[in-house]
Nanobody, 123 residues
Framework: QVQLVESGGGLVQAGGSRRLSCALS????????MGWFRQAPGKEREFVAS????????EYAESVKGRFTISSDNPKNTVYLQMNSLKPEDTAVYYC????????????????WGQGTQVTVSS
């Protein structure tokens, strides 16, 4: 059974940092791209960042570029999202996902999803 389990969410003050983790199990993700998405109340789910499991190439949404860093630890089968200089508008539920094909910025390309972890940034 494939599982993606996020952790690391919580309450943080504006300007602070937080690291999210996504632990993967149940299959080999070597040929997948891993993505982080987020969804704020009343808004659509949006792309945050992605990393290819094999080559390590990364992409970021403009809103987080320079503040967030996505990385993967292959031996640990874990993907991370380091979030720095957090802003209140970063408040959302953050989801980890895995995509085999398609546009990595499109949530519809993703085959597997975690349950999400809440990040709340106070001003």
């Amino acid at each position: 059974q494939v599982q993606l389990v996020e952790s690391g969410g919580g309450l943080v003050q504006a300007g602070g940092s937080r690291r999210l983790s996504c632990a993967l199990s149940g299959r080999t993700f070597t040929n997948y791209a891993m993505g982080w998405f987020r969804q704020a109340p009343g808004k659509e789910r949006e792309f945050v960042a992605s990393v290819s499991w094999r080559g390590g190439s990364t992409e970021y949404a403009e809103s987080v570029k320079g503040r967030f860093t996505i990385s993967s630890d292959n031996p640990k089968n874990t993907v991370y999202l380091q979030m720095n200089s957090l802003k209140p508008e970063d408040t959302a539920v953050y989801y980890c996902a895995a995509a085999r094909y398609g546009s990595i910025r499109n949530s519809g390309s993703y085959d597997y999803w975690g349950q999400g972890t809440q990040v709340t940034v106070s001003s």
